[in-house]
């Protein structure tokens, strides 16, 4: 018995807009990067853009990787006097002359110190930051409670159900950071870059 085949029956797409949709095939992407789209030449294609830039498109093609097999025939050969016979066609092609280091020189080679350039100014900030979540949170917990630990992991915000060690490592990293800790105090009205006067429970004895 012959198999029957069914086929789906093709429908015209009205909907499409075909140029956008050919646009969008060919197309190899919007560059969002102010600084690289003008560096970018539109009118050429991605590996000749990298090449001219220095930078490297497929690293496996940039670093070669090594032929040990071509290495160790050569040993052999200084060592032991190998013969041609045994060395295969590849390895007895000949190796490319060397080039002229002035040609190995990308045309637009300045790219690249461009770029370190701009990774080490856009550089993020190495001190830490807490969230403004986070701060909100800590500076409501210390307008109520002050350093009162006890009554802050009581207290019904206290969603994440932290203790009172929980507390006062958060606390001590919130005041270690100036920029966010200064600001509270601002608007508590108390000196900047003192820590408050405030009775504070220091040790697991005051729990007993």
């Known amino acids: 018995m012959k198999i029957r085949r069914n086929h789906v029956r093709k429908r015209y797409r009205y909907n499409v807009n075909r140029k956008t ?8 992407g919007k560059i969002k990067d102010p600084e690289m789209k003008k560096m970018w030449i539109e009118g050429k294609r991605v590996g000749t853009n990298f090449s001219e830039m220095g930078l ?3 690293p496996n093609k ?3 990787i090594p032929n040990y ?3 160790r025939l050569e040993a052999a050969k200084i060592v032991n006097g190998f013969v041609e016979e045994d060395l295969d066609d590849e390895d007895l092609k000949p190796r490319s002359s060397k080039t002229d280091p002035e040609d190995l020189k990308p045309k637009r080679g300045h790219i690249v110190q461009e770029l370190e350039q701009m990774a080490v100014d856009r550089r993020p900030d ?3 930051r807490l969230p403004k979540g986070v701060v909100k949170e800590l500076s409501y917990f210390l307008n109520k409670h002050k350093f009162n630990y006890k009554a802050m992991v009581t207290d019904r915000r206290n969603h994440d159900q ?7 490592m958060k606390i001590r990293r919130f005041m270690l950071i100036p920029e966010q800790f200064n600001e509270y105090l601002q608007q508590k009205k108390l000196p900047i870059d003192v820590k408050p ?7 697991d004895s005051e729990w007993k």
């Not at 949709?21 to 197309?27: A, G, L, W």
């Not at 006067?197 to 040790?203: L, T």
């Open 162 to 168: 932290l203790t009172w060690k929980q507390f006062r």
């Open 69 to 71: 097999k071509r290495e």
């Open 21 to 28: 949709m050919n646009k969008t095939r060919k197309s190899t």
């Open 56 to 58: 490297a498109k497929d």
């Open 126 to 128: 190495p001190e830490f």
């Open 62 to 64: 940039a670093v070669g």
């Open 197 to 203: 006067d405030w009775p504070e429970y220091e040790s």
